[in-house]
């Protein structure tokens, strides 16, 4: 950012002052908005920190005094020539924001940060009326469920009781963990795997019976065969499932089954069948039925599993003798 030293101006930049060179007009047009830059930043302090309102009041009016002396001499804080000489400051913006321009780049108002305050100081809340005040709070500012906190700020330490029953159906103490969460958080996820601890829980503890009932009005509906779209290559697959049906597909012999295999590695998200040479040319079903004598089916299945298009290429020579892989059109 730029700064003003005895008059003279720096450019400020990990700690470390470097001097601009500028003509005349540039360095009043750059000390002006420095200034500016200054009187807003006291200004957003002010009501940050809650100042009086006369206090704010009069730096507002040093504002506009500042503002008005540097667009009267040197035009609008938007005008190309400013912004080309302190666009390069981490405030600029924040100082064009300071007019409301019409749609031919004029002046059309000042912002209202001229004459109102625009921020409110932060302030803890100490006290709510009801449960779902307090809950509201506690998401805002715990981001979870804390029925202490709650109860505090009901005017009621450690009695949850009220918050519990006026909140039933809206938070849920999740039998897994025993903490308190949000319908949207409990009710989410796998819904299957909770409803089955939240009956284990209930069989011990009838408190919990309010979970199953709402875990069960959340489980999905289980799909049917033809609703499920699965593409090769999804890697959360088991190899054991393209395994068969890669066997059953292939029809491949059942001694051969345990040589022809279908791997994955996480680490690189990649398939690869081993073995895939091991039926030889005479295999109908994976150089006939589903491949070419260029490329068997094991080659056409691993390439789909990586999300490849599978290709032939031949090796050629180039004009200087040196062989080449050429796509092969025909065959892929």
Same mark, same amino acid.
């Given at each position: 950012?730029?700064?003003?030293?005895?008059? %003279?101006?720096?450019?400020?930049?990990?700690?470390?002052?470097?001097?601009?060179?500028?003509?005349?007009?540039?360095?009043?047009?750059?000390?002006?908005?420095?200034?500016?830059?200054?009187?807003?930043?006291?200004?957003?302090?002010?009501?940050? @920190?809650?100042?009086?309102?006369? !206090?704010?009041?009069? /730096?507002?009016?040093?504002?506009?005094?500042?503002?008005?002396?540097?667009?009267? #001499?040197?035009?609008?804080?938007?005008?190309?020539?400013?912004? =080309?000489?302190? @666009? !390069?400051?981490?405030?600029?913006?924040?100082?064009?924001?300071?007019?409301?321009?019409?749609?031919?780049?004029?002046?059309?108002? #000042?912002?209202?940060?001229?004459?109102?305050?625009?921020? =409110?100081?932060? =302030?803890?809340?100490?006290?709510? !009326?009801?449960?779902?005040?307090?809950?509201?709070?506690?998401?805002?500012? #715990?981001?979870?469920?804390?029925?202490?906190?709650?109860?505090?700020?009901?005017?009621?330490?450690?009695?949850?009781?009220?918050?519990? %029953?006026?909140?039933?159906?809206?938070?849920?103490?999740?039998?897994?963990?025993?903490?308190?969460?949000?319908?949207?958080?409990?009710?989410?996820?796998?819904?299957?795997?909770?409803?089955?601890?939240?009956?284990?829980?209930?069989?011990?503890?009838?408190?919990? %019976?309010?979970?199953?009932?709402?875990?069960?009005?959340?489980?999905?509906?289980?799909? !049917?065969?033809?609703?499920?779209?699965?593409?090769?290559?999804?890697?959360?697959?088991?190899?054991?499932?393209?395994?068969?049906?890669?066997?059953?597909?292939?029809?491949?012999?059942?001694?051969?089954?345990?040589?022809?295999?279908?791997?994955?590695?996480?680490?690189?998200?990649?398939?690869?069948? %081993?073995?895939?040479?091991?039926?030889?040319?005479?295999?109908?079903?994976?150089?006939?039925?589903?491949?070419?004598?260029?490329?068997?089916?094991? #080659?056409?299945?691993?390439?789909?599993?990586?999300?490849?298009?599978?290709?032939?290429?031949?090796?050629?020579?180039?004009?200087?003798?040196?062989?080449?892989?050429?796509?092969?059109? /025909?065959?892929?």
């Amino acid at each position: 950012s730029y700064t003003v030293v005895d008059g %003279e101006v720096y450019y400020r930049e990990n700690s470390v002052m470097t001097p601009v060179e500028l003509s005349g007009d540039a360095k009043e047009r750059v000390k002006g908005m420095v200034e500016l830059r200054s009187i807003v930043n006291e200004l957003i302090a002010y009501q940050l @920190e809650d100042f009086l309102e006369s !206090d704010i009041a009069a /730096k507002q009016a040093e504002l506009n005094a500042a503002y008005d002396a540097f667009t009267t #001499k040197f035009g609008l804080l938007n005008d190309r020539k400013n912004g =080309r000489l302190f @666009e !390069d400051d981490s405030s600029y913006y924040l100082l064009c924001s300071l007019e409301n321009l019409d749609e031919n780049g004029k002046l059309k108002s #000042k912002a209202d940060m001229f004459t109102k305050r625009t921020i =409110r100081p932060e =302030r803890a809340v100490t006290h709510v !009326d009801t449960p779902a005040e307090a809950l509201a709070v506690s998401i805002g500012e #715990k981001g979870r469920v804390d029925l202490p906190y709650m109860a505090e700020l009901l005017g009621t330490p450690e009695d949850f009781g009220r918050i519990t %029953e006026e909140l039933r159906g809206v938070i849920f103490q999740d039998p897994s963990d025993q903490n308190w969460k949000t319908a949207d958080e409990y009710l989410s996820g796998n819904v299957r795997n909770k409803l089955q601890i939240a009956k284990l829980a209930a069989a011990n503890d009838p408190a919990f %019976e309010v979970n199953v009932e709402a875990l069960t009005a959340a489980q999905p509906k289980d799909l !049917d065969a033809t609703e499920i779209d699965v593409r090769l290559g999804a890697t959360w697959i088991s190899p054991d499932i393209i395994q068969k049906f890669m066997n059953e597909t292939f029809q491949i012999p059942f001694y051969l089954r345990y040589a022809i295999r279908v791997k994955f590695s996480p680490s690189t998200a990649e398939w690869r069948i %081993e073995g895939k040479t091991k039926t030889g040319h005479n295999d109908v079903m994976a150089y006939e039925t589903f491949g070419t004598a260029r490329a068997s089916a094991y #080659k056409i299945l691993e390439d789909t599993l990586n999300l490849r298009d599978a290709r032939v290429y031949d090796t050629v020579e180039d004009d200087s003798g040196k062989p080449k892989r050429v796509l092969n059109k /025909k065959e892929t």
